[in-house]
């Protein structure tokens, strides 16, 4: 990894734990962003509520604490404009980083292969 993450408008600096959308600085708190980086690493993938909460409080967090939910609440609230990519919750599963334009397609699927 390069020390950058960068999909669509969306720009991670992971040396600098710094966040970009659309040119524009976002704030977030140290939890915040390693759950967008996460996010962002496994991007079109569902990560597991379990995990996401675990990379963030340790093994004895509890995957269906509000906490967890709150947490992705707010980094959907302050990524709003981020595009072509969204933060989908995929029921009974986790959360994922998926484009928009995937809309209807299941999470769960593999990506598709492009020509």
Sequence with gaps: MDGRI??????????????????QRVELTHLEFRALVLLATRASFV????????????????????????????????LHGMHPWQIRTVTKRGYGL??????????AAPPQATA
């Design 98 to 107: 998926f484009p928009c334009q995937d809309e209807g397609r299941d999470p």
């Design 47 to 78: 990560v597991p509520s379990r995990q996401l909460a675990e990379a963030l409080w340790g093994p004895a967090a509890d995957e269906r604490a509000p906490h967890l939910r709150g947490l992705i609440s707010r980094l959907r609230r302050k």
């Design 6 to 23: 960068s999909l669509g408008n969306l720009l991670v600096d992971l040396d600098g734990h710094l966040v970009w959308v659309g040119g």
